[in-house]
């Protein structure tokens, strides 16, 4: 595997931090592995992500304030190797621009990879306190260990 893409709704809170946490561990694990991230939407394209979610990656030692917005496109599906979906919603976003079973075959729930099968959703926090960022992030630093960790194989 040597590309990974998060996916949510607007790209400026699960998704980037996802991208941000999972960029820092393949940099610990020195692995070379491109890992981006987008959002269904077109609503926050060219954007930084939260300042929020900003904030709760710098507390955690992440920097994902260069990150900008932009929108998942059919090309992702040539671009890489699996596409996690933050929830149900964006998972089927996904899944009806796939043109193929080979497409469909990439898209996967990322906390499926902490709790299989379960299709847990990584809630959005965007409305949400301070609270729920800090459980986003625990969510998808779980996650995204289990993840890193399989690139090792």
């Known amino acids: 595997m040597n590309s990974i893409l998060m996916v949510c709704l607007g790209n400026i809170c699960r998704s980037p931090l996802a991208e941000g946490i999972l960029r820092s561990k393949i940099e610990k694990l020195n692995l070379t592995i491109t890992v981006d991230s987008a959002g269904t939407s077109n609503y926050h394209i060219g954007q930084p992500p939260d300042n929020r979610t900003i904030e709760n990656a710098k507390k955690h030692g992440i920097d994902i304030s260069k990150l900008r917005g932009r929108q998942f496109q059919v090309e992702d599906f ?22 193929n079973e080979k497409d469909k075959n990439k898209v996967e729930m990322i906390l499926n990879r902490v709790n299989p099968n379960s299709n847990m959703a990584v809630p959005d926090p965007y409305y949400g306190g301070e609270q729920g960022f800090e459980n986003v992030f625990i969510l998808l630093d779980s996650a995204c260990e289990v993840i890193a960790k399989s690139l090792l194989r």
Do not use: C, E, G, H
């Open 78 to 99: 040539d671009k890489f190797d699996i596409i996690f979906a933050m929830d149900a919603s964006n998972y089927t976003n996904i899944i009806d621009l796939a043109r």
